[in-house]
């Protein structure tokens, strides 16, 4: 497994992650298949995942619940398990109430990562930076950061907090790569994590884009989804949260961190269109 950084080397966090949404439901929860996946999440932290992102909102709760269940046999302080707050529990009491609902579901005492799912503009940032912050100092939590900011929004959350704002998790994959214009050097230049979900595109990709992928394919003896990976975790500061339900792609996820594409394919890749 290789490692990321946090914040100014206040601790690491594996790079490759999996990713938990549709795990028991969407906005609703979902019983039916919950014995294979809590099967599916146990066989991946044996194979190599001790990261594992989820929120709140997945399932209505009960993808925390799953994941509870799956991490209850393994060591805690192997694994690094982020989740996030939906925005309407961004107030002070309603964020504290939240977070001891998803420590409750995920039978854990604290969490290495909690972010803000989403912004609220109208819950004042500072007042949840302040909640996160006290989380911090109580020790149920060990790195907060947020999810889906642009950059100015970035730059005012790093402004306000008492405490690091180690990471952003927003949508970035070789279709979506709007985090390269400003976002992402804006992270690297300050030692913020960006966390990459949905890295693999999940509607079809642009004809040119899929053609180069396979050339690089069949280049670095790899699939289309670990070039594609490949391209993320080969830029500074990138985490992947990758979601994968069938245990021969949780395995070839986890094998492209191991793909390095050499300086003149990445630039090619960078410049498309």
């Not at 994941?67 to 925005?87: H, Q």
């Not at 309603?94 to 909690?114: M, N, P, Q, S, V």
């Not at 989403?118 to 060990?142: F, H, I, Y």
């Not at 690089?216 to 994968?244: C, H, N």
Request: include cysteine.
């Amino acid at each position: 497994m290789i490692y990321r950084t946090l914040g100014k080397n206040m601790g690491e966090i594996p790079a490759i992650g999996l990713g938990t949404w549709e795990i028991g439901g969407r906005d609703f929860p979902d019983l039916s298949r919950d014995k294979e996946h809590i099967d599916t999440i146990s066989r991946a932290i044996e194979m190599g995942y001790t990261h594992i992102d989820t929120a709140e909102y997945y399932g209505g709760g009960h993808t925390e619940e799953i994941i509870g269940e799956a991490i209850s046999v393994f060591s805690r302080e192997e694994l690094f398990i982020t989740s996030k707050v939906w925005p309407i529990h961004l107030r002070k009491e309603e964020l504290h109430r939240a977070l001891e609902g998803t420590l409750r579901r995920l039978r854990t005492d604290y969490l290495d990562l909690y972010l803000i799912h989403w912004p609220n503009p109208d819950v004042p940032l500072e007042e949840t930076l302040n909640a996160m912050s006290e989380e911090v100092v109580n020790g149920r939590v060990k790195f907060i950061g947020v999810s889906n900011f642009d950059t100015p929004l970035l730059k005012k959350a790093v402004a306000v907090s008492k405490q690091p704002i180690v990471n952003n998790q927003v949508l970035f994959n070789i279709d979506d790569r709007q985090p390269m214009e400003e976002l992402l050097p804006y992270c690297q230049s300050h030692e913020i994590t960006l966390t990459a979900y949905s890295p693999l595109k999940r509607n079809s990709l642009k004809p040119s884009t899929e053609k180069l992928l396979k050339d690089f394919a069949v280049k670095y003896s790899a699939t289309v989804q670990q070039i594609m990976l490949a391209w993320l975790l080969g830029k500074e500061g990138v985490v992947v949260i990758p979601k994968a339900s069938k245990l021969d792609h949780l395995r070839l996820n986890l094998e492209a961190g191991s793909i390095v594409l050499d300086d003149d394919d990445t630039r090619r890749l960078d410049s498309l269109e």
